[in-house]
């Protein structure tokens, strides 16, 4: 169950991402991070916060970078 759970923030993350203003923006800004620096990025967005949530899950923005990834090689 833990895992379905951190799938599916990771996907809410990911759409949160991308339904932001600026999203090609921000996925050239996330590319040209280093890789172990995108959570940071991530969590600065606040994107890794869930709906109706204060705090982020601190094991969200990880995943949730790499996620991202896809959307980064296509946005090139």
Known sequence: TDAAVLTTR???????????PNEQQ?????????SWDRAAFIVKGGWDRMPGEEKASDTVARPCADGLSVLMDKSS
């Open 10 to 20: 990771v996907a809410i993350c990911v759409a949160q991402f991308a339904k932001a």
């Open 26 to 34: 921000r996925l050239k800004e996330l590319k040209a991070i280093q």
